[in-house]
């Protein structure tokens, strides 16, 4: 069964930084690219970041730039998100997502999400 793990969500306080995993089971890994959305509260989903199969292209939304980096460690089949400088905008459900090339459009599948709470 192909499936997306998130985890490492939590509550922070502005200014700090958490650490999120997306890992995957049931397909190669390493074929895939892994994208990261968010959804905050009322708001449409957002792309976060994306990382290309192997790991050697990035892209950032450019509220993200310099706050937030994205890597991959195929071995564990797993890619995270180290999120620092967190503000309350930075609140919301984040989830991880497979596709065929680093894109925020045909994603194959998703995972179930993973709540970040950013608050004094």
């Known amino acids: 069964q192909l499936q997306l793990v998130e985890s490492g969500g939590g509550w922070v306080q502005p200014g700090g930084s958490l650490t999120l995993s997306c890992t995957g089971d049931?397909?190669?890994?390493?074929?895939?690219?892994i994208t990261w959305f968010r959804r905050a509260p009322g708001k449409e989903r957002e792309g976060v970041s994306c990382i290309s199969q192997n790991g050697g292209f990035v892209n950032y939304q450019d509220s993200m730039t310099g706050r937030f980096t994205i890597s991959r460690d195929d071995a564990k089949n797993t890619v995270y998100l180290q999120m620092n400088s967190l503000t309350p905008e930075d609140t919301g459900v984040y989830y991880c997502?497979?596709?065929?090339?680093?894109?925020?459009?045909?994603?194959?599948?998703w995972g179930k999400g993973t709540l970040v709470t950013v608050s004094a």
């Open positions: 997502a497979a596709s065929i090339g680093c894109q925020y459009y045909n994603i194959d599948f």
């Open positions: 049931g397909f190669t890994f390493n074929s895939y690219a």
